[in-house]
């Protein structure tokens, strides 16, 4: 039983235009949400975050946007460059239980972007 | 450094082998993480340790032996494992538990179990 789906494996982009990865989630406790990117032989890296109270965050090319109502969240890369081929990964973390501010993290399975140059 | 190491790259163990997986950060976290990810799959949590101490066990099987010595390394000890272990391991590491702290990972250990 997923938590935290991402329905796409694959998403082809051309180089310039925008790649738009879609996330959606089950659980409404999750209170912030990331995503990763990995590249082959590589551990995930940290891209960027949203806090469940903010509906959008922006660096540079990419801008997470967050659908609470929806369970929903996307990220936009633009524009698209070759160098974002990479498969990336969705992520939430739950808070523990114990009133606290800790978490774990559960990983969606993750979509493998191509940017045709 | 914002480095997450691990070792060896690779490994290929049979099921009454002993091995142990090693992973280093020098970035003076105190939490560290043990994820591992089958092909297709996302990452699964596997052991979370906060200031050296074990904090999560997500209910991994004995096999999997986690160990903290100090705060720079984190060890996972392997024994009689079966071949459905086989898969990525994955260390991660974050300055604390705090749910904003964003999490390093490493390259990862391939292992197969034959």
């Known amino acids: 039983d997923q938590q935290v789906k991402q329905n796409s494996p694959s998403l082809s982009v051309q180089e310039g235009r925008i790649s738009i990865l879609n996330c959606d989630y089950t659980?409404?406790?999750?209170?912030?949400f990331l995503w990763y990117k990995k590249y082959p032989a590589e551990g995930p890296t940290f891209l960027i975050s949203?806090?469940?109270?903010?509906d959008k965050n922006e660096d540079g090319r990419f801008t997470v946007f967050l659908n609470k109502s929806a369970k929903h969240l996307s990220l936009h890369i633009v524009p698209s460059q070759p160098g974002d081929s990479a498969v990336y990964f969705c992520a939430a973390r739950i808070l523990d239980g114990y009133g606290g501010s800790q978490g774990n993290l559960i990983f969606g399975k993750g979509t493998k972007l191509s940017v045709k140059p | 450094d914002t480095e997450v190491t691990q070792t060896p790259k690779h490994l290929v163990m049979g099921m009454t082998n002993k091995k142990s997986l090693k992973c280093e950060q020098h970035?003076?976290?105190?939490?560290m993480y043990w994820y591992k990810q089958k092909a297709k799959k996302p990452p699964e949590l596997m052991f979370v340790?906060?200031?050296?101490?074990?904090?999560i066990n997500e209910s991994v099987p004995s096999r999997f032996s986690p160990e903290c010595p100090n705060s720079s390394l984190l060890n996972l000890h392997l024994h009689a494992l079966q071949p459905e272990d086989s898969a990525l391991y994955l260390c991660?590491?974050?300055?604390?538990?705090?749910?904003?702290?964003?999490?390093?990972f490493g390259p990862g250990t391939r292992l197969t179990v034959t």
């Open positions: 659980n409404s406790m999750f209170d912030y």
């Open positions: 949203i806090s469940s109270i903010k």
């Open positions: 340790y906060s200031y050296e101490k074990l904090s």
């Open positions: 970035m003076g976290h105190r939490a």
């Open positions: 991660a590491s974050s300055p604390s538990r705090d749910i904003l702290d964003e999490q390093y």
